[in-house]
């Protein structure tokens, strides 16, 4: 999932890149986040955080925080 966003960063919009690398920079801690906690400590919007999780291919938050978990836990 990090690789996933990573190579996604070139075509998000400024304030998803911002959700997009306070996640890479706090992969365990997005996990555990609410679509709150991850909008207050990227800097954007609650919608945007929903956005991010839709232009990485996924259906919304709950979505994204179960993949990522399941991404770090692998080997």
């Known amino acids: 999932m990090l690789v996933e966003i990573d190579h996604a960063l ?13 996640v890479l920079a706090h992969p365990r801690e997005a996990t555990k986040s609410t679509v709150a ?8 919007s609650e919608p945007t955080v929903i956005r991010f999780c839709r232009s990485v291919g996924l259906s919304g938050f709950r979505e994204f925080t179960l993949r990522l978990a399941e991404s770090l836990s692998r080997p």
Do not use: D, N
């Not at 998803?16 to 690398?21: D, G, I, L, S």
């Not at 906690?37 to 954007?44: D, E, F, K, Q, Y």
């Open 37 to 44: 906690a991850v909008s207050l400590a990227a800097g954007t």
């Open 10 to 22: 070139g075509r998000l919009s400024p304030s998803e890149r911002k959700v997009a690398e306070w």
